[in-house]
């Protein structure tokens, strides 16, 4: 059964506390409904109601229809909200809310994107940090952005990593002083990781995991 989202009625009019009830309701695509009648005729008094069914709600195709009705509202409304949720102790609420600053887009929220959320311990945290960042990042500050998100060379999975490489493709030619300078670590996998994303930021059209392979194969046979 899905989690109920508070419905505080004192401040809902009937149509508000039909929507809030059926954002909670156990089928996904009722869910998905009411996240969509929500988005097409945005309404701030709900945000707050949107912001708490997104870190609770299980649905991917939910969680990103939320996320559309938010960016449906003006960003003063939304953006205070989305970044108190960044302190939250829940991590869907946290990657939630950085996935949506993303979409928004406000540049005001840039200095919401701490290191500690770049290097969040949860990997779909630090995922959207790191796609919220380069989309955020203020002209210029793009190479001290880099500087950070190499130290998370060979973290995770391969959809970690992967992530990780369109990240720092995203920001261009600046990454590849610190690209370089991985390629010469001790660690072979952080080596193959800044490999295969150098491969990407020349050839945008390479899969990831095959850059991948190439890296390995190149140093087992002693090249760079």
């Known amino acids: 059964m899905s989690e109920v989202v508070p419905i505080n009625t004192s401040h809902t009019n009937p149509q ?25 005729a945005p309404d701030p008094a709900l945000v707050d109601v949107l912001l708490a069914r997104c870190a ?30 960044l ?24 200095p919401a994107i701490t290191r500690s959320l770049l290097r969040d311990p949860d990997d779909e945290v630090a995922r959207s940090a790191w796609r919220a960042a380069v989309t955020l990042v203020p002209d210029g500050r793009e190479k001290d952005l880099a500087e950070e998100l190499v130290t998370q060379l060979a ?13 720092l493709v995203a920001l261009g030619e600046a990454i590849e002083p610190m690209l370089e300078a991985a390629k010469e670590s001790d660690d072979p996998d952080v080596r193959a990781h800044a490999s295969a994303t150098e491969r990407l930021l020349h050839d945008p059209d390479a899969g990831f995991e095959l850059s991948v392979e190439e890296a390995k194969r190149s140093y087992a046979l002693g090249g760079r």
């Open 16 to 40: 508000h506390t039909h929507l809030v009830e059926a954002l909670s309701a156990d089928a996904s695509s009722t869910r998905l409904k009411a996240a969509l009648a929500v988005g097409s």
């Open 56 to 85: 609770v709600e299980p649905d991917f195709f939910v969680r990103d229809m939320l996320t559309w009705a938010l960016t449906r509202l003006p960003s003063d409304v939304t953006v205070p909200g989305l970044l108190a949720q």
């Open 87 to 110: 302190s939250s102790e829940n991590p869907q609420a946290r990657a939630q809310a950085l996935h949506t600053l993303s979409k928004v887009g406000d540049a005001g929220a840039w």
């Open 155 to 167: 973290r995770g999975d391969r959809e970690v990593r992967s992530s990780l490489s369109r990240a």
